[in-house]
């Protein structure tokens, strides 16, 4: 099995190269050595490795700056994607294709399912949904996995930037009202690849039975202050922590009174579209506290794939 790989250095791109060597030969690039910007040199890229299976978790992921650059995260969240179904059609491979929870307005107040209507609200989210469309308009063997705030030890994610703040402020200001469900990038992989898995000797008409739209992320929910709250008090020892809402203006400190405050709701893992339900996931937090343990006693070493799973097992997360 031959599987392309593009986004490498990223927080999923680099679990996903480590967990895929296990199981085929992995090309995985990152950029500059491909611009998804650019759909000639996708073209190009996908005729040349000539994938059974390529994996795209890359993507534009500035959230903030996408308002003023709109037209480069079109052409990264939504044209590429497209490009890639094209080719991976021509050569009668799959597509995994990943994307996100920004393409809900957040007003649900409870999990969204893969029926629930789209309605993103910025430009990110509308790139995003805009390559979820264009992907399965294409068709061929596609999959989609909506995720959740995707977080691991890299250098640039959440965790990896509140324990850099930890060491350097006595105090933190996090907002309290954004909520999501905080999933590890490993256990993402790891599911991934389980999924892939499950089609043995013929992975390719496996995938093809259950082409669709899935949502796989870490069930539960966090707000951003709650999140950064657990990895601090699991993490860095003393530091007090102060929540503020999204617009910057300062809001309480009780927990429970935070809980009240989400306004973008989380979404579950695979439950529908018929590849069945992948990975069980205790709450959110507590699992990503226990992942981030687990994760920092690994860092630096080489991992395998029974030593993820047994790390997974000791935080309590089950894969089947």
Known sequence: MRFLLIGRNGQLGWELHRTFMTLGDVVAIDYPEVDLARADDLRELVRTVKPDILLNPAAYTNVDRAESESELA?????????????EMKKLGGALIHYSTDYVFDGTKGISYTEQDTSNPINVYGVSKLAGEQAVHGVGGITLTFRTSWVYSLRVGGFVSKVLGWARQQEVMRIVDDQTGSPTWARMLAEATAHVIARG????????????????LAGSGAASRYEWAREVIE???????????????????????????????????????GGAGRVADFPPAVQAGADAVLAASVFHDGELTVGDVKHELASAGISVR
Not at 74 to 81: G, R, T
Not at 200 to 215: K, R, V
Not at 242 to 256: C, R, Y
């Open 74 to 86: 079109h052409k990264v969240n939504a044209v590429a994607p497209a490009v890639l179904a094209e």
């Open 200 to 215: 043995g000797d013929d992975t390719l008409a496996y995938l093809q039975q259950h082409c669709g739209l899935y949502h």
């Open 234 to 272: 699991r993490g860095a020892g003393e530091l007090l922590v102060n929540s503020i809402d999204a617009d910057g203006t300062k809001a309480g400190f009780d927990l429970e009174l935070i809980r009240l405050m989400r306004k973008i709701s989380s979404i579950p893992v695979i439950a529908s």
